[in-house]
């Protein structure tokens, strides 16, 4: 009875450290986001903006995500545990925040979000930077899982994933046939919806990319590649082998195709909803060819 009551506290005492890494968190988030500093210190309504209410807990969302992988083992002394707790729990904080820093700086470059979230109160752009920040978080989770505590192969690894997400994000408008920055500064959600589909499912293939095994740095990385490229290969055959099977019809401005000056700016949103799912969905199959068959001492024969 004593062993579990023991266990309790320490869960508490974790509980409560855990609320303080949080709370450093806001702090370190307003040095980030200037912008944003006078929000974060204001008392929060969350009915009053529900783009901002987004916006803040998506980044909450995300930093729940990351430390879902943490582990504590208690074979060490308490206070070595909460210390390598804590300056491990510090580090990924502040990489969670900087690649989302980063990751906005290449999408978002065109809009500022005091601009967007408090003086237009942009759900479009509300989701968007809430797609950004579930996505690096589950890349941050799984690298941080591959790198098994030690911090020079978390950033290597960590910057690896943001060179590939960052070059991700870059094909949006070569798969897509929204207008992006347009349709944000419309408010227009098909492109956020469409967006979110892209950037989630771009991030499971990159998770699944760095989910096996490290024990050669050189041959990880070539690795990692191959099964990008792998992926690269067989996401547009997935892609259309669902429109195909389904009979999708891509009906984007079926109405203007006749006009010399065709317009996205009526996209519905059923079409962003069909370009995300549809991306989103070979994305995630993808990942069941790419990451899950284990060929062992297997060679084919024909």
């Known amino acids: 009875m004593n062993e579990l009551f023991d266990k309790l506290i320490l869960r508490i005492v974790f509980t409560l450290f855990l609320c303080g890494i949080l709370f450093l968190y806001k702090y370190a988030h ?26 803040l807990f998506s980044r909450l969302i995300g930093i729940g995500i990351i430390f879902s992988e943490f582990y504590f083992t208690m074979s060490d002394k308490f206070y070595l545990v909460l210390i390598d707790f804590f300056i491990h729990a510090t580090l990924i904080s502040f990489i969670y925040l900087v690649s989302i820093y980063i990751i906005e700086s290449i999408v ?69 046939k929204l207008s992006f920055n347009r349709l944000l500064v419309q408010k227009n959600l098909a492109v956020a919806i469409s967006y979110l589909g892209f950037i989630w499912g771009w991030a499971l293939v990159i998770n699944s990319s760095f989910d096996h095994e490290l024990l050669n740095i050189k041959w990880y990385s070539i690795h990692v590649i191959l099964k990008l490229i792998l992926a690269l290969i067989i996401i547009p055959i997935f892609r259309s082998g669902l429109i195909f099977i389904f009979k999708l019809q891509d009906d984007f401005n079926l109405d203007n195709k006749n006009k010399v000056t065709g317009s996205d700016s009526s996209a519905e949103i059923g079409y962003g909803v069909y370009e995300g799912s549809i991306f989103f969905t070979s994305c995630f199959l993808t990942t069941v060819i790419t990451g899950n068959i284990n060929f062992g001492n297997f060679y084919p024969v024909f």
């Open 108 to 176: 978002l470059y065109n809009f500022e979000y005091h601009d967007e979230i408090i003086k237009r109160k942009n759900i479009s752009y509300a989701l968007i930077s809430f797609s950004n920040s579930i996505a690096v978080a589950y890349i941050l989770k799984g690298v941080s899982s591959v790198s098994q505590s030690s911090v020079i192969i978390l950033l290597f690894l960590w910057l690896l994933a943001m060179v590939l997400l960052g070059f991700s994000t870059k094909s949006f408008s070569l798969i897509s």
């Open 30 to 55: 307003s040095f980030l986001y200037p912008s944003s500093r006078t929000q974060i210190f204001k008392r929060f309504f969350p009915s009053k903006n529900s783009a901002d209410t987004i916006h």
